[in-house]
Each structure stands twice: as structure tokens, then as C-alpha cells.
């Protein structure tokens, strides 16, 4: 704490040289400081200074209210014993802090500040370049001797200012007289919002004062539902627009001195409902401020709190994100607040505000919202000529945007149910330009429409072809293929408009069911379409040879409901014409077949009526010694097929059994030159015994 000290009192002596007409910094936070840091805090009239911070709480510059009379101008000092003396209010159009104190010298007793007639109560108006006027002096002949709680500037001129025991009354910079606009005694802050004057009593409710920035006296007061009597001892308060569907303001924020800290509240349209509390009796929060975040849809709040006691003084800035946004699930308000900084030693935070600016950034207005657009207008904060824009579904804000004099812009080519970005900055001359402001919107779905289904088309491969028009709204498509016409209950998912169907039967009637999955969990009726399938060709495969039997097994895919099966074994790997062999079996026991010969298997499905599939084609080879040519009169080619290279010799005898070669193949083949043999019959032989025999001519 020494260090920030030192570090604070050196930023205090180089501030005496900073010109007060240096602007204040976007985003930037503003705290009231009692106490100058050299002398312990006591109850009477003390020096007040207001601190300039970065959002992370890094010290930019000082400004010293006055302290003694210049011209007009007079003092500025508040009692440090009550903690409500001190708020800082921001005035809507952004350029102006307003802070009601005393006209009183630095030590003045107490008795005679507060509670006497000796001193006139002082409301400081601060614009945007640091400028502090004091020029407003109410006499005690006219507002009693009353506390000074706040005071609020719409426009840097016209004011209002709460007392305790004298309502609220209605000046203007430099006068010296009021109006009571209304005589309730206990009202404590002031603000306005969306040109409409609020204000809090210390018996916990926070009112809706007269129609909007009401000037003349008789003004009635409304309790806000749902608020009324619900944070005891309510001080500063903070509101928030959230949600583009509730007008104006929705989410409201309650620092409360005398109770739970801080609340959350937000509008359904008719009544506020709470959302929860953060921190506990003895936080004493004071004074909060917020700002919107990036996107709209979560706020950050700076907050006075634990603010000190005499002569050691105290209190901290905090800060809170808020990402619930609004909502109206109760208990939902939760979080951490994070320290930000700490008042130095004999010294105390009071008020606290975003810092005033020229340059206003504009608010959002959102309408017509469409599958694909939205109107899109905001406000001018009155010292802008010029605007930029920029649409995206980044909710960061870009460096530079679209420029525009107008106030409003209507989006169209938008994709339907996709979260979007509204971001508006001001431009005020130059290269003065507002924060952006920011505004989040979801474009609709359009009806979730069924889809229409094309012809289906049967492909020669025994599959389907099912093609839809796209539903511009769907997400997925949802569907099926059964042998009813009443739609499932749910089916397979695809994301694309088409889809090849196989395994289905010969001849036989389906129907295709689909339907439209559209965003948020809407979906269209079913379409349906009836389709027959073709009488689609059968898969032939083989089974196994044998050239110890002449035999081989071959078969092919079945199927129901059909008439049977047409085949032909042929040496020609051309379907025959006609008719040939028939069986409604799906496998033959072939027999009589030459062993290392080429055959071919011709089938084809007989479906309803008299259709045919086309043919489909097997080749293969039986396995054994094959020889070639045979018969032949010089020599002759061995062939081994359906096993691996031989390991054992390859025989050729002569009808006597006389042994005439043997041989190893070589890569399964081998030439023999059999001119000098008689003509007759010879047998090859391979491995041992009869399994693999084959006789051979020679002429």
C-alpha cells in the first residue's frame, strides 16, 4: 500500500501541471475521491478530487475540484461521514458528470456544512475535456439545510438534484434558485434513461419520475414493478438494454448501501423480476456504472464499495462481467467481482461513472427481423455528421466500417438462423469517433416446407437414384424406405438433397419417405413417393473346383418373390440368346468339367410377368494340369492352375505307364518337345497319385 501511495502522490504533483481541458478517454471510469492523501479524514468539509482510470485500473490523471471562490465559480467539498455524499452521474448524451457537494473551505466544521445554514449546496457539471463548472451555488433560503445526495445533467445545462428533506428540484448551470418538481424527502440518486428521469428512496424503491425530464413542479412518482421495496436502501443503480424485443431499457442493476450489495433485475414487458444478489451486508455498496459489452449481450460494471471509515478512509474499485445477459431465471445472477484499485490511505472512493465524451456512440435499434435481413437504425448522440457500419458475424468490432450519413440501414442476403452482428460508431469531425456500439441479432428460419421428391430413377447395378428439391430453411432431411405408405415415425438423417438406395428387392413397390429438419426442432409433414424397383440381375460368385470329381460349385444372390433363375455354363464369355437352363435354386453343382479350361456363367432372374434381368457374368477356371495344344505333334505347353509354383515334379508316362519326363515347373509352366515320340496316348501328372491327371494326344 506504501508504493501506491508513493505512485499516487507522484501522479498527483505531475497532475497539477496536466491542462484541464485535456479530453477523457473512451472507456475509461471515473471515481470521486474524498481526501487528499496527506491529512487523515475527519467530519468536516474535506477536498474532492476526481480520478481517471483505465478499465484495468491503471491511473491516467487527476482533477482537483475547487477549493476556494473563482468568480462565479465556487467550492467543492463534501463531508466524508456520510457515504452517500459523493455520486457521479453521466448525462445521457455521454458529455457531462454531474456531483452535488458543498460550497464550503476545506476544514469547515461539520455542524456548519451539513447541518447548518452557513454554507450554500454546489452542484460541478465536468464535460467531456475535463472542465468542472461550480457555477451552480443553491442557497440554503432556498433548499433548507439538507443533505446534497446527487444531482444529474441531461445536457450539461438543465439540472436536477436531490436533498433530503427538500425533494427533488430542477436548475439550471449558474442559478442560484430551484423549482421542486416534487416534495417526496428521501430520495437519494438521480439518472435518466431513454429520456426518462429515475430516481431511489432509502426505503428501498426505485421510482419513475414525472414524463420524461420533467421541469415544473406537481410531478407524480411510479414505483417500478416488481422492484418496489425489494433492495433496502437502494443508492446508485445501473441500466442496460439486452434484448431488441422489450423496448428500451430491460436489465437493471441495484447497489444497495443498506443491504445484500448489489441485484439484478430484469423486464419481461411488464414487471421486473429479480435475478439474484452478489456480495453481502457489510460490502456497502455505493455507487455503480456500466458499459454494454461487444455483441449486446453482456455488461461490465464498475462499483464503489467498503468505502472507508475516518480517519483511515478506504473503499475499492471492482469490477463485474456480467455474461447472463438478460434473463428471467431467478438465481441466475452470480460471479466473482475483481479488484481493480484501491483508494489510497486517508483517503475514500465515493462516486463513480464512465468518463464523459464528445463523441457519443449511437444506440441500436433492431425491427422487421427476417430469415434473411433486418432493419437496423440508431440514434444520434448530436454531435455526429457522419456514421459507420458494418454487419458481420464477428461480434468483434472491425477497425473501420461502411460510412453513411443516414440513421438507418436494411440488411438483406442473410443466411437464415445465423447469428449476426450489428456494429455502429459516430463519427463527430475529423478522426473523432465514437466507441463502437454493438448489437447482436439472429436471422429467422423461413417455414419448414416439405420437400418435393423428382422421379426416382432404377439404376443397371440394382440401386436407386432418390433426388429432392432443397428446402431453403433445412438443416437435415430426415427419411426412410419401407414397403408401407403410412411414414415411419422417424427414420436416417442426410444433409444432402439426394441419396443412392441399394439392397432392395426385384420387382417389387417401395415408398420413399422424407421430410425437412429445420432449425430450432421444426420439421415439415412427410412427403412420400411410391417407386418400383427393376428386376435387377443377380451377383454371380464361385464357390470352389475340384479336378479330383470334375466338378465346381457356383452360385449366386437370391432373392424372394421371383419366378427363378435363367443360366448357361458356355466356354464364351457371351450371354447366349434364348432360353436356356432355368432352376430357382442359387447355387450349381457343375460336373464333367476339364480341369485348367476356361468356362463361363451366364444367369439371370425371372421376375413377375414375363420380365428378365440382364445377364450377369462369371468367369473361371478349373483347377488342375492344364496342357496346350492337345492334341499336338511337336510340343506342348504344362500349365498348373489353382494352386501355388510346384514343388513336386511334373510326370508324363505313356499308355504302357512307362515314365517319359519329369520336370519342375517353373513359375507354374513349363514347353516339353515331344517330336520324338510315337503317336498315342500320354498322361501328365503332377504330385503324387491321381489328384492331378491329365491325358494329352499325340498324333
Known amino acids: 500500500m506504501k508504493k501506491l501511495y508513493s505512485i499516487f502522490c507522484l501522479a498527483f504533483l505531475l497532475n497539477a501541471f496536466i491542462v484541464k481541458s485535456q479530453q477523457f478517454s473512451p472507456e475509461n471510469v471515473v471515481v470521486l475521491r474524498i481526501g487528499d492523501g496527506a491529512n487523515p479524514l ?29 468568480g462565479t465559480n465556487g467550492r467543492f467539498t463534501l463531508n466524508p ?31 456548519d456544512v451539513v447541518d447548518g445554514p452557513a454554507y450554500d449546496r454546489t452542484v460541478a ?21 439538507n443533505y446534497s445526495y446527487s444531482a444529474v445533467t441531461s445536457n450539461g445545462t438543465d439540472i436536477w ?34 429520456g426518462q428521469m429515475y430516481g431511489t428512496t432509502a426505503n428501498g424503491r426505485i421510482w419513475k419520475v414525472g414524463s420524461g425530464v420533467p421541469t415544473t413542479g406537481g410531478q407524480t412518482i411510479t414505483q417500478l414493478p416488481g422492484v418496489s421495496g425489494g433492495v433496502s436502501g437502494a443508492s446508485q443503480f445501473y441500466f442496460a438494454d439486452l434484448n431488441p424485443a422489450i423496448p428500451g431499457a430491460d436489465v437493471l442493476y441495484v447497489a444497495a448501501v443498506d443491504a445484500l450489495a448489489l441485484k439484478k433485475y430484469c423486464f419481461d414487458g411488464t414487471s421486473w423480476k429479480l435475478n439474484g444478489t452478489i456480495g453481502v451486508n457489510a460490502d456497502d455498496y455505493t ?55 484501491s483508494a489510497p490511505n486517508q483517503t475514500s472512493f ?140 422417424s427414420g436416417n438423417f442426410i444433409t444432402a438433397n439426394s441419396y443412392i438406395a441399394s439392397g432392395l ?78 432352376t430357382t435354386d442359387t447355387v450349381l453343382h457343375l460336373t464333367d468339367l476339364s480341369p485348367g479350361s476356361n468356362y463361363y456363367l451366364h444367369v439371370r432372374r425371372i421376375c413377375s410377368g414375363s420380365s428378365f434381368s440382364e445377364w450377369s457374368t462369371l468367369a473361371f477356371r478349373v483347377s488342375g494340369v492344364g496342357v496346350y495344344p492337345n492334341p499336338s505333334h511337336d510340343k506342348i505347353t504344362i500349365q498348373l492352375t489353382g494352386h501355388s509354383s510346384g514343388s513336386q515334379p511334373v510326370k508324363i508316362y505313356d499308355d504302357k505307364g512307362r515314365l517319359m519326363k519329369s520336370l519342375l515347373l517353373v513359375g507354374n509352366t513349363a514347353t ?7 503317336a498315342g496316348i500320354y498322361y501328365v501328372q503332377y504330385g503324387s497319385g491321381k489328384s492331378y491327371v491329365t491325358k494329352i494326344m499325340k498324333w
Request: glycine share 10%; net charge neutral.
Open 125 to 145: 457539471i465536468i464535460d467531456y475535456n475535463g472542465n468542472v463548472n461550480t457555477s451552480t451555488k443553491l442557497p440554503t433560503s432556498d433548499v433548507g439545510i
Open 81 to 111: 461521514e456520510n457515504l452517500i455524499f459523493g455520486a457521479l452521474t453521466l448525462s445521457p448524451d455521454g458529455k457531462y458528470l454531474a456531483a452535488s457537494g458543498f460550497d464550503a473551505p476545506v476544514g469547515a466544521p461539520r455542524n
Open 161 to 194: 438534484a436531490t436533498y433530503s428533506n427538500s425533494g427533488i428540484r430542477y436548475m439550471t448551470i449558474g442559478s442560484s434558485s430551484t423549482t421542486l418538481i416534487n416534495s417526496t424527502t428521501t430520495f437519494r440518486y438521480l439518472g435518466i434513461v431513454d
Open 350 to 489: 465515493r462516486g463513480v461513472s464512465m468518463a464523459p465524451i464528445n463523441c457519443k456512440k449511437p444506440t441500436i435499434t433492431l425491427s422487421n427481423l427476417s430469415p434473411i435481413g433486418v432493419d437496423v437504425s440508431w440514434s444520434n448522440g448530436g454531435s455526429a455528421a457522419s456514421f459507420e457500419y458494418t454487419i458481420s458475424t464477428n461480434p468483434t468490432p472491425p477497425a473501420s466500417g461502411t460510412f453513411t450519413t443516414s440513421l438507418n440501414y436494411n440488411t438483406t442476403g442473410l443466411t437464415p438462423g445465423l447469428q449476426y452482428y450489428v456494429h455502429v460508431r459516430s463519427n463527430c469531425g475529423g478522426t473523432e469517433f465514437s466507441q463502437w456500439a454493438t448489437s447482436a441479432f439472429t436471422t429467422t428460419w423461413p417455414p419448414c416446407v416439405l420437400p418435393s421428391i423428382f422421379p426416382i430413377v432404377n439404376n443397371a447395378n440394382g440401386t436407386v437414384t432418390i433426388t429432392w428439391n432443397p428446402v431453403l430453411s433445412a438443416i437435415k432431411y430426415e427419411y426412410a424406405i419401407s414397403l408401407n405408405a403410412t411414414p415411419p415415425a
Open 505 to 582: 428387392h426385384s420387382a417389387k413397390q417401395y415408398y420413399f419417405h422424407i421430410r425437412a429438419y429445420c432449425g430450432s426442432g421444426d420439421t415439415s409433414v412427410w412427403a412420400t413417393k411410391p417407386f418400383f424397383t427393376g428386376c435387377y440381375k443377380p451377383i454371380p460368385f464361385l464357390i470352389g473346383n475340384n479336378i479330383t470329381t470334375g466338378t465346381a460349385d457356383v452360385g449366386w444372390n437370391g432373392e424372394t418373390d421371383i419366378k427363378g433363375y435363367e443360366y448357361a455354363i458356355l466356354n464364351n464369355p457371351v450371354p447366349p440368346g434364348g432360353t436356356k437352363s432355368f
Open 672 to 678: 516339353v518337345d515331344i517330336r520324338t515320340w510315337a
Open 42 to 70: 475527519d467530519i468536516n468539509a474535506t477536498s474532492v478530487f476526481l480520478d481517471e482510470y483505465t478499465p484495468g485500473g491503471q491511473f491516467v490523471r487527476t482533477i482537483a475540484m475547487p477549493t476556494s471562490v473563482n
Open 287 to 341: 455507487s455503480i456504472t456500466g458499459t454494454v459489452n461487444p455483441g449486446g449481450t453482456g455488461v461490465t460494471l464498475f462499483i464503489v464499495r467498503k468505502t472507508g471509515n475516518i480517519p483511515s478512509g478506504g473503499a475499492e474499485l471492482i469490477k463485474l462481467t456480467d455474461n447472463t445477459g438478460y434473463t428471467l431465471v431467478a438465481n441466475s445472477f452470480t460471479g466473482t467481482p475483481d479488484w481493480v484499485i
